[in-house]
């Protein structure tokens, strides 16, 4: 690792990559500031003798600013205090031979460390992981940990990509997390961003090329990927994604809103990350998940043996609008596009994306490449996350809200489809609480946060600004506490056991045939919310859904008559399924 404090049995090397100032200095915390070497290549380094883990430090700028290390491991007291050196491989891992999970086996739970439990923390997290594996969970996705500014926040605003948020615990403290849901067969993913920084305690552009004004990005300029100095700014970002994967044995990340990530090298920043990252995971199975809004599937490619040569899957929109649309009746804003095509549900299902090149009115543009050489396994799919529920005026859990008849009914559709599904977490159980967005910045920015996502959500119809929460306030934060004491009773039980045996069934009937599958075919009935899909499998055979996913007993029972029934919800009577009934079938090969 290039950046970063080096511990070794004779003290501590420090180091700065500061090509922008002729000038760096080391404080420690308990004495005065000593200045550093300085290299031609603008890297300064000091060695003291005896510092060692727990050494409280900060670099002096030239106008004596005193700011910490960008490459910090661990920050005790937030973005602008000490950074402190960490020796991360004291930590003595219970399962050290862990090599991960297959691809197809994973059912993924996305969690907020500091709303999964009343403490917040990674330790408190440790105690519920037991319910996640009865549930069927094998995967859980952490959003971002990179320290960022104040007491909460979602984390897409961090600024110190290598230090765990010390909100949550102390980096052997997420290492503990790890270990633990290792130890149940459960995977651990990691939402990163490695497209913009935060507005509050990012210090490298006061000494370091970080932006670049040749691109431009929702955030302002955008990294400096491609320009001059710009390769210890790919290696800063490359190497974080790294040592996720090695320090923390990580298997996986979640890369944010990659579209954004511009790059005109020869080879872009994201495939030099994805060739990097694999060739250091050796044999373990890593998997790299990504959120792209321009549906690009060329970051999406496989081999001839239908292993992913770069990004093993991207999460799926799509199937969130259209079962979204489905459930709630919502047709506002980019929802309309998918209303307005009777096809989409289907095409969703079956293929991934709806657009895959179609002009898309919302964006007003195309959208999207085919799907053709794609497996299902190559989407994630979900009915709720952070931002299709944060990005509401009260972050109300709408599908939560609405019968359990139809809830069960969208649950069992994309549970139990080859695509990989993703819960929120709560949602297993109905949770009715809500996940407002929420952070907590310096006063100026807290003003301009309120006064931004006010004119954002007005613009949106449907949501009416006057009744959005004030996303800096502590009470937002902590309405978004999971309420963990209903799951004991009814009606979030009986969802609970609802869920838990969609989860049964996909494991033992789903997971065995999702290596080979391919692209579905299907077919959909304008007059009523009825589809019918067949997905080839290897070896011959054919999973078969059946679904009418409306409040009309209008569509006809076209269920596979050769097929064995895995799965029914709902009734047929006279040749018709009744509204919200699901029918899953095999056929054999």
């Known amino acids: 690792m290039m950046f970063g404090p080096i511990n070794s049995g004779s003290g501590v090397r420090f180091r700065l990559w500061a090509p922008l100032v002729d000038s760096v200095g080391l404080k420690l915390a308990d004495r005065e500031p000593q200045d550093m070497q300085r290299s031609a290549d603008g890297w300064y380094d000091c060695d003291i003798a005896d510092a060692g883990p727990g050494s409280l430090y900060r670099f002096v700028l030239p106008d004596g600013r005193q700011v910490p290390d960008p490459a910090s491991r661990f920050q005790p007291h937030d973005v602008h205090g000490f950074s402190e050196v960490i020796d991360l491989k004291s930590y003595r891992w219970k399962n050290s031979n862990w090599a991960g999970r297959a691809w197809e086996e994973l059912v993924i739970y996305e969690m907020h460390i500091g709303t999964f439990t009343d403490e917040g923390t990674f330790l408190a997290a440790i105690d519920r ?33 290598y230090a765990p948020d010390s909100s949550y615990g102390r980096p052997e403290h997420l290492m503990a997390l790890v270990d633990a849901a290792h130890q149940r067969g459960i995977c651990v993913l990691l939402d990163v961003v490695y497209n ?12 370091a090329p970080l932006f670049s004004d040749s691109h431009q990005t929702p955030w302002g300029n955008g990294i400096n990927y491609d320009g001059e100095g710009s390769g210890p700014i790919r290696e800063f970002a490359i190497q974080n994604a790294i040592y996720w994967v090695t320090e923390f044995k990580l298997d996986g990340l979640r890369l944010d809103a990659v579209h954004a990530i511009k790059d005109d090298s020869r080879e872009h920043f994201l495939i030099e990350l994805a060739r990097r990252v694999r060739a ?37 929109d799509d199937i969130h609008h259209v079962l979204h649309i489905t459930a709630t009746g919502e047709t506002f804003g980019y929802y309309g596009d998918y209303a307005q095509d009777t096809n989409a549900i289907g095409r969703a299902l079956a293929e991934g994306f709806v657009f895959q090149g179609q002009h898309m009115p919302y964006r007003g543009e195309a959208r999207g490449k085919s799907t053709l050489a794609l497996p299902p396994t190559a989407f994630i799919s979900f009915i709720q996350n952070h931002d299709q529920i944060g990005n509401r005026a009260t972050g109300d859990r709408v599908i939560a809200a609405q019968s359990a008849e139809m809830a069960k009914a969208i649950a069992a559709v994309y549970l139990l489809a080859p695509q990989i599904p993703m819960l929120f977490m709560g949602e297993e159980w109905g949770a009715q ?49 999971l309420a963990w004491w209903n799951i004991s009773h009814a009606p979030y039980s009986e969802m609970l056991d609802f869920y838990s045996m969609l989860l049964k069934i996909r494991h033992q009937e789903i997971v065995p045939l ?27 055979g054919r999973l078969h859904l059946r679904a009418n996913l409306g409040n009309d007993g209008l569509s006809p029972d076209i269920r596979a008559t050769d097929a064995r029934e895995v799965f029914s919800l709902g009734s047929a009577n006279g040749g018709k399924l009744s509204p919200w009934s699901v029918f899953w079938s095999i056929s054999p090969g």
Request: hydrophobic fraction near 40%.
């Open 196 to 207: 913009h920084f935060g507005p509050d305690g990012n210090y490298l552009p006061s000494y």
């Open 280 to 316: 250091e995971a050796g044999v373990r199975h890593v998997h790299l998940i990504v959120e792209n809004e321009d549906n690009n599937t060329d970051l999406l490619k496989r081999d001839e043996s239908g292993d992913a040569t770069l990004f093993t899957a991207q999460w799926n």
């Open 514 to 540: 999702l290596r080979g599958a391919k692209r579905g075919t299907f077919a959909t009935d304008p007059n009523a919310a009825a589809v019918a899909i067949d997905w080839p499998l290897a070896g011959g």
């Open 433 to 481: 609480e809500p996940f407002p967005y929420f952070c907590d910045l310096n006063e100026e920015l807290n003003a301009m946060v309120r006064k931004g996502r006010r004119e954002e959500l007005s613009r949106l119809p449907g949501f009416d600004a006057d009744d959005l929460l004030d996303p800096t306030a502590p009470s937002t934060f902590e309405m978004a506490k």
């Open 129 to 161: 992981l037991d319910h996640l594996a009865r549930l069927g969970v094998t995967a859980i996705q952490l959003m971002p940990l990179a320290d960022f500014p104040g007491r909460y926040g979602w984390g897409y605003d961090g600024v110190l990509p």
